[in-house]
């Protein structure tokens, strides 16, 4: 599967983006996928993952009633919602799937395919 990240961009503290994720392929709707970001000077990172149908979510605690995930099979698009960003928000986002239909991708190494990335930055 490929995956394409979009909807980056420069963005005040406090206000919202929405990310996007389109995925080729048909398999698209058993994977489970994710987002992960990656901040100049500092490891990739969790941010979210959504079970293959959506039914199951999860998130690291410093996003955590910030941001949504959210996906439809039927677009073969993963979304982001983010809201309320801040400062430490800005990084490089990418998008992730994980082959494994059982887990939500929550590290690195649970990551099979991953998108190019988009830019993110909030000012203060």
């Known amino acids: 599967v490929q995956l394409q990240a979009s909807g980056g961009g420069l963005v005040q503290a406090g206000g919202s983006l929405r990310l996007s994720c389109a995925a080729s392929g048909r398999t698209f709707s058993s994977y489970a996928m994710g987002w992960f970001r990656q901040a100049p000077g500092k490891e990739r990172e969790f941010v979210a993952s959504?079970?293959?149908?959506?039914?199951?979510?999860s998130y690291a605690d410093s996003v955590k009633g910030r941001f949504t995930i959210s996906r439809d099979n039927a677009k073969n698009t993963m979304y982001l919602q983010m809201n309320s960003l801040k400062p430490e928000d800005t990084a490089v986002y990418y998008c992730?799937?994980?082959?494994?239909?059982?887990?939500?991708?929550?590290?690195?190494?649970?990551?099979?395919?991953w998108g190019q990335g988009t830019l993110v930055t909030v000012s203060s």
């Open positions: 959504i079970s293959w149908r959506g039914g199951s979510t």
């Open positions: 992730a799937a994980d082959r494994s239909p059982l887990y939500l991708p929550t590290t690195t190494g649970q990551v099979n395919y």
